[in-house]
């Protein structure tokens, strides 16, 4: 949900494609990764969910799916981080993409011995890495269509710094 919010405020259509391609993908990683949730707990007696830690859950959602990270805090719309600053937003991106990889990484190391979820979890995996990619070409394309080398200092959908103070404007409104 934050790639297809952040669309939105993206400055050129190539940033826009990829918030909108990656976005979609992501609701499919979600179904999977739920796919590979319930299929591990639907068949749980009461003694293993007990044993396995899974009795708080259990109590609030049976063995429903409800989107959580591994420390219990569930889903909410904080995690959009949608800021309407083409820059910082594909910096934040970046971050998201790099810390789901990690996860992935600490899932792999957990069911190494279990093909059934570790092959799905590498090939969600290898997307992190492509959506890192596809996010530093749209940063790019971003940066470019800037008319200041300064582009970390403002947000370039509202504040343009070079209309403000920039000698080259100075001397181009003298010559007129």
């Keep these: 949900m934050r790639y297809l919010s952040q669309r939105f405020t993206m400055p050129n259509r190539m940033a826009m494609a990829v918030l909108n391609d990656v976005g979609t993908e992501e609701l499919a990683h979600l179904e999977m990764v739920s796919t590979i949730v319930h299929q591990l707990t639907r068949d749980l007696s009461m003694e293993e969910i007990e044993k396995s830690g899974f009795g708080p ?11 959580q990270a591994a420390g219990g805090v569930p889903f909410n719309a904080c995690e959009f981080q949608s800021k309407g600053d083409p820059i910082t937003d594909l910096f934040e991106n970046l971050a998201a993409e790099q810390k789901a990889r990690s996860t992935y990484d600490n899932i ?7 093909p059934e ?5 590498r090939f969600l995996r290898a997307r992190e890495v492509v ?3 596809r996010f530093g070409e749209a940063l790019r394309s971003v940066q470019e269509q800037l008319d200041a080398k300064n582009f970390y200092a403002f947000n370039p959908s509202f504040d343009n710094p070079c209309t403000a103070s920039c000698k080259k404007c100075e ?4 010559e007129n």
């Design 108 to 114: 792999l190391r957990v069911v190494k011995d279990m």
């Design 171 to 174: 001397t181009m409104k003298s």
């Design 117 to 121: 979820i570790a092959d799905p979890i």
């Design 131 to 133: 959506h890192f990619q």
């Design 57 to 67: 859950y259990y109590i609030d959602h049976t063995v429903g799916i409800w989107p």
